[in-house]
């Protein structure tokens, strides 16, 4: 069953010079409980597809057109009331920066509650909701690590910590931007494995957007290849990576270090 | 006689302390590190953040002045330099830096960036200088119409360009190349490397390869050392480390690599760093291939 239907989405920044097309007319379609990657080198529009499916575009970036069918609506239609209980609620997002993405003066579970109390869980639940999350993410000893600041947790923690609160309102979908490369390789190898166990366990789907192809082939599906803010090639991840029809997606396997060997 | 000899290097960090606050904690981020690069070599150093790869590759050119230890090139101690001697050490001996965005000066434009070494070194006349320059910039492929540029007009991979231009100016020797490529797009970095790869054979270059990275390093490297806390715990030829890893930390490193292939069985090891015992010492454990186990 279709979950996100992303139709012929275009996205412009609007410049003093005039409309720099940035996501070229974008179909992209996930599937509840799938894990789909999305890859592309810096500049090709991965980050504004996110940022758009989710409404969290700013000028000068504008979607031009295009619907994002999500369990049946289109999320372009909604007012923002209904659209802020999609966010965090339905669909929510995970950063490449846990540091950037926390806030600093705010002990991380009051963080992980606040998504909570905000999509009208009580304090008290809220609480005790936060220490279940916390555990499901393995941090050790929950109760004292709740009452940390960011600045006190590891990279690898924070990013937990960013997942706890993405999965505290029981999403059906999650976009995660990037989420593992800002990690050493041990700590990466950690979090990609705790996302495929928790996106079994609460049946999620994932929007992987990445540009490491051994993430994609870790933990992806499907694959879609952007470039340019167009996709270039999208297919299940076996044929992507074994047979790319597309000459970009090749070059960029090709350009993966020791591809030919592994 | 090796290139370049580092002898039980070690350098520590004071961390906090300060008036009221708690005694400061020390950082061991070289403690007693030995490797010995060969001509030609090109030497991975490997580990992740907080390994003390960077410092190390820091203390060679005394960009950070080691606790004790050695470094010597060509037989000659450079710990020992006058900072006169170590400014002539350094025509030899240059360095790349990972992000090319904030090694450079913004406010110069990229001819002046890579003439001044010359300058600083006292070499040529300005017209010399500037034909120096021109062919540098040819030589690792920039187009010369584009020396007037400020480094903001240039792509990032066009920047880390500059900045092994610049490290070629005054025809090194041996090259520290710290996360040369880390900060770049996989196809640029592909093309840097080759780069490097080519300009290691067409001038002779040595490098010290310092990455985390590994299929990168495995890739390009013809020795590998790979750094944990400060330590190096396991250092050989690249073939023999990547297939019989033989430090309980190197085998965790090498599992986690991501492998491009969906069906390759995941057998990802952990390693517990409260087992991590700082004191074993190297010994051969194949041929040409030292482990601390």
């Known amino acids: 069953m279709t979950l996100l239907d992303v139709q012929q989405l275009t996205v412009t920044f609007e410049l003093r010079g005039g409309a720099l097309t940035v996501v070229d007319d974008l179909n992209l379609s996930i599937g509840a409980g799938e894990t789909v990657g999305l890859v592309g080198e810096s500049g090709s529009g991965k980050s504004v597809t996110a940022l758009a499916i989710l409404r969290l575009l700013q000028p000068p970036a504008r979607v031009r057109g295009g619907r994002i069918v999500f369990e049946g609506r289109d999320l372009m239609t909604l007012s923002e009331p209904e659209m802020r209980s999609v966010r965090g609620g339905r669909i929510s997002l995970i950063f490449q920066e846990p540091m950037a993405a926390l806030n600093p003066t705010m002990r991380v579970g009051d963080q992980i509650a606040e998504g909570l109390t905000a999509h009208g869980v009580d304090r008290g639940e809220a609480r005790r909701r936060v220490i279940e999350l916390l555990d499901a993410v393995r941090i050790a000893d929950a109760t004292a690590?709740?009452?940390?600041?960011?600045?006190?947790?590891?990279?690898?923690?924070?990013?937990?910590?960013?997942?706890?609160?993405?999965?505290?309102?029981?999403?059906?979908?999650?976009?995660?931007?990037?989420?593992?490369?800002?990690?050493?390789?041990?700590?990466?190898?950690?979090?990609?494995?705790?996302?495929?166990?928790?996106?079994?366990?609460?049946?999620?789907?994932?929007?992987?957007?990445?540009?490491?192809?051994?993430?994609?082939?870790?933990?992806?599906?499907?694959?879609?290849?952007?470039?340019?803010?167009?996709?270039?090639?999208?297919?299940?991840?076996?044929?992507?990576?074994r047979e790319p029809s597309h000459d970009y997606t090749r070059r960029l396997l090709n350009a993966v270090p020791g591809m030919s060997r592994r | 006689m090796?290139?370049?000899?580092?002898?039980?290097?070690?350098?520590?960090?004071?961390?906090?302390?300060?008036?009221?606050?708690?005694?400061?904690?020390?950082?061991?981020?070289?403690?007693?590190?030995?490797?010995?690069?060969?001509?030609?070599?090109?030497?991975?150093?490997?580990?992740?953040?907080?390994?003390?790869?960077?410092?190390?590759?820091?203390?060679?050119?005394?960009?950070?002045?080691?606790?004790?230890?050695?470094?010597?090139?060509?037989?000659?101690?450079?710990?020992?330099?006058?900072?006169?001697?170590?400014?002539?050490?350094?025509?030899?001996?240059?360095?790349?830096?990972?992000?090319?965005?904030?090694?450079?000066?913004?406010?110069?434009?990229?001819?002046?960036?890579?003439?001044?070494?010359?300058?600083?070194?006292r070499l040529g006349s300005p017209t010399q200088r500037q034909e120096r320059v021109r062919e540098l910039f040819e030589l690792v492929g920039l187009d010369p119409t584009h020396l007037g540029r400020y480094p903001s007009e240039f792509?990032?991979?066009?920047?880390?360009?500059?900045?092994?231009?610049?490290?070629?100016?005054?025809?090194?020797?041996?090259?520290?190349?710290?996360?040369?490529?880390?900060?770049?797009?996989?196809?640029?970095?592909?093309?840097?490397?080759?780069?490097?790869?080519?300009?290691?054979?067409?001038?002779?270059?040595?490098?010290?390869?310092?990455?985390?990275?590994?299929?990168?390093?495995?890739?390009?490297?013809?020795?590998?050392?790979?750094m944990y806390l400060g330590k190096i715990v396991e250092m050989g030829e690249t073939g023999s480390i990547f297939s019989n890893p033989a430090h309980p930390y190197t085998r965790a490193l090498l599992s986690a690599v991501p492998r491009l292939d969906p069906d390759a069985p995941r057998s990802r090891v952990d390693f517990d760093a409260s087992l991590f015992q700082r004191e074993v010492p190297m010994r051969e454990v194949g041929s040409s291939h030292w482990a601390a186990v």
Do not use: W
Request: net charge positive; charged share 25%; hydrophobic share 45%.
């Open chain 2, 2 to 121: 090796p290139l370049l000899e580092v002898r039980r290097l070690v350098k520590h960090f004071a961390k906090g302390g300060g008036f009221l606050a708690p005694a400061p904690v020390i950082v061991r981020a070289v403690d007693d590190v030995s490797f010995v690069i060969e001509q030609g070599d090109m030497f991975g150093l490997v580990g992740e953040s907080g390994s003390g790869k960077s410092t190390t590759g820091r203390c060679i050119l005394r960009l950070v002045e080691p606790d004790s230890g050695d470094v010597l090139f060509r037989d000659v101690s450079v710990l020992r330099f006058s900072r006169q001697r170590m400014r002539d050490a350094r025509r030899e001996m240059q360095i790349v830096f990972q992000d090319p965005y904030s090694s450079l000066n913004p406010r110069m434009r990229a001819r002046d960036i890579v003439e001044e070494p010359l300058i600083v070194h």
């Open chain 2, 155 to 226: 792509s990032g991979g066009q920047r880390q360009r500059i900045g092994i231009a610049r490290a070629l100016a005054l025809n090194p020797a041996f090259i520290v190349a710290d996360e040369p490529v880390s900060a770049l797009d996989v196809s640029i970095q592909a093309q840097v490397i080759d780069l490097l790869m080519e300009l290691r054979a067409r001038l002779g270059l040595t490098y010290l390869f310092i990455a985390h990275d590994l299929r990168l390093v495995e890739q390009i490297c013809n020795r590998v050392a790979v």
């Open chain 1, 145 to 241: 690590r709740a009452r940390d600041y960011p600045h006190q947790l590891s990279g690898g923690m924070r990013q937990r910590v960013m997942i706890a609160i993405a999965l505290a309102c029981h999403p059906r979908l999650v976009i995660a931007d990037e989420p593992t490369t800002a990690l050493d390789v041990t700590i990466q190898a950690q979090v990609l494995e705790m996302l495929r166990e928790l996106k079994d366990r609460f049946n999620l789907a994932l929007l992987l957007i990445t540009h490491d192809f051994g993430v994609i082939a870790e933990m992806a599906d499907r694959v879609a290849v952007m470039r340019a803010g167009k996709l270039v090639e999208q297919g299940p991840v076996r044929q992507i990576l």
